[in-house]
């Protein structure tokens, strides 16, 4: 199995700061990356999938980069609406595994 | 819209199994997609439990390959899921949701279901 690695696992910030996530493969997984957003209570929402293409209605302030085995999700200036935890998963093969996440919370 | 709903019970047995059904709406499950499962355990991460094509290939989460059966009813644009011998490890929100190749667009609401006697 594919494993994937996030970091941090916890991050604390302000509304309005820039924020990176990291995804790492335990082996290459070409641009086979998907991100999602996921808050209390609710189903994840896909963010980003391809590794870098926007979902549709996803706002633009949401961004994805990476391929091979580093990915990265950037928030350019995040918003109240963002505090969540933020989940990567592979689609390159079987079975198709989720990063353990990365929460997101109000400094 | 497509919209994705899970149903069955909330409460199964140890050693029994569990199942669940995913009715689909605002997209015909023959027209394509792979339809899955996923799952979380409370408090923890996102767990993936198998995939189904419209066509009937399948595909399992070696982890749970034992003890799963995805199915899929084009007729009634619904598929299911079947976990057998359950354990109070099983003990999730299960959610059905709509795969591409790329990513996971379309999810349930998630359903809870406990393992307990």
């Known amino acids: 199995d594919i494993q994937l690695t996030q970091s941090p696992s916890f991050l604390s910030a302000s509304v309005g700061d820039r924020v990176t996530i990291t995804c790492r493969a335990s082996?290459?997984?070409?641009?086979?990356l998907a991100w999602y957003q996921q808050k209390p209570g609710k189903a994840p929402k896909l963010l980003i999938y391809?590794?870098?293409t926007l979902q549709s209605g996803v706002p633009s302030r949401f961004s994805g980069s990476g391929s091979g085995t580093e990915f990265t999700l950037t928030i350019s200036s995040l918003q109240p609406e963002d505090f969540a935890t933020y989940y990567c998963?592979?689609?390159?093969?079987?079975?198709?595994?989720f990063g353990p996440g990365t929460k997101v919370d109000i400094k | 819209q497509v919209q994705l709903q899970e149903s069955g019970p909330g409460l199964v047995k140890p050693s029994e199994t569990l199942s669940l059904t995913c009715a689909v709406s605002?997209?015909?499950?023959?027209?394509?997609?792979?339809w899955g499962w996923i799952r979380q355990p409370p408090g923890k991460g996102l767990e993936w439990i198998g995939s189904?094509?419209?066509?009937?290939?399948?595909y399992y989460n070696p982890s749970l390959k034992s003890r799963v059966t995805i199915s899929v009813d084009t007729s009634k644009n619904q598929f299911s899921l079947k976990l057998s011998s359950v354990t109070a490890a099983d003990t999730a929100v299960y959610y059905c949701?709509?795969?591409?190749?790329?990513?996971?667009?379309?999810w349930g609401q998630g359903t809870l279901v406990t393992v307990s006697s």
């Open positions: 082996q290459g997984i070409s641009s086979y």
């Open positions: 391809a590794a870098s």
């Open positions: 189904i094509y419209h066509s009937g290939s399948t």
């Open positions: 605002g997209y015909s499950i023959s027209s394509g997609y792979y």
């Open positions: 998963q592979q689609l390159n093969s079987y079975p198709f595994t």
């Open positions: 949701a709509r795969q591409f190749r790329f990513g996971t667009d379309y």
